[in-house]
């Protein structure tokens, strides 16, 4: 062998060794966990608000999740934490969270001390809030009014009504049928004597004839006297 096929041979087995390392480091960083392969959003779910987070980490590590409410003044509010592993085809976690349009949260992920990092940018969730849905009303079932209650007045006077029952029309009229009937009948000479009484001048009669009695008895009176007196003298 001369040197310059050495130097040839030298050259292809570094270049071979450099192509090598390269592609292991390259193929090494993509199986890495990375802050890039975690996504988050905000979405709606029945009328609710909901953040999902989306871990694409083909390594398939173990992270956790732990998602921040920022409000005024930069103070936060710890809304949960939930752990995930990663998959190629994207594994997914959802967060209840009825957010608020145009709200900020900050999402962080640890994963087996390969990542320390918040989502970046943050979480903003959109300017329109959930729509819940409508419903139509339940049909109430109608309820009858009231009876209204028969007034103080009425109440009394209703036994009054009943107790005295007016007679009906053939009741009045047959009474005095009834009574006609039941009482006795006049004797014929009683009915004679009244007819005649009523329609004689019987008083003026009776009145004539006791005048003439008085002055027959002071004729006859008279005429006794004179004879005593004239017996005596």
């Not at 009741?171 to 004689?200: H, I, Q």
């Amino acid at each position: 062998m001369t040197r310059r096929s050495v130097r040839r041979s030298v050259r292809l087995l570094g270049v071979a060794s450099g192509s090598t390392a390269l592609v292991l480091g390259l193929a090494g960083s993509a199986l890495a966990c990375n802050i890039k392969d975690f996504s988050a959003e905000a979405k709606c779910d029945g009328g609710k608000g909901v953040i999902v987070v989306t871990d694409t980490d083909a390594s398939a590590k173990d992270a956790t999740v732990t998602v921040f409410l920022k409000g005024i003044g930069g103070i936060e509010t710890k809304v949960g934490e939930q752990p995930v592993k990663g998959s190629k085809k994207g594994s997914r976690i959802t967060f209840a969270e009825n957010w608020k349009p145009s709200a900020t949260y900050r999402v962080h992920v640890e994963a087996d001390q390969a990542v320390d990092e918040d989502i970046q940018p943050d979480l903003v969730t959109p300017s329109t809030a959930c729509k819940t849905e409508s419903r139509p009303p339940k049909p109430t079932p109608s309820t009858p009014p009231p009876s209204p209650s028969p007034s103080k007045s009425e109440s009394e006077s209703a036994p009054a009504e009943s107790a005295t029952p007016t007679p009906s029309a053939s009741e009045s009229t047959s009474a005095p049928a009834d009574t006609s009937n039941n009482a006795p009948s006049p004797a014929v000479g009683e009915s004679n004597l009244a007819e005649t009484g009523a329609d004689s001048n019987t008083g003026l009669i009776a009145g004539i004839a006791a005048a003439l009695v008085v002055v027959g008895g002071g004729a006859v009176w008279l005429g006794m006297r004179r004879r005593s007196t004239s017996r005596n003298g």
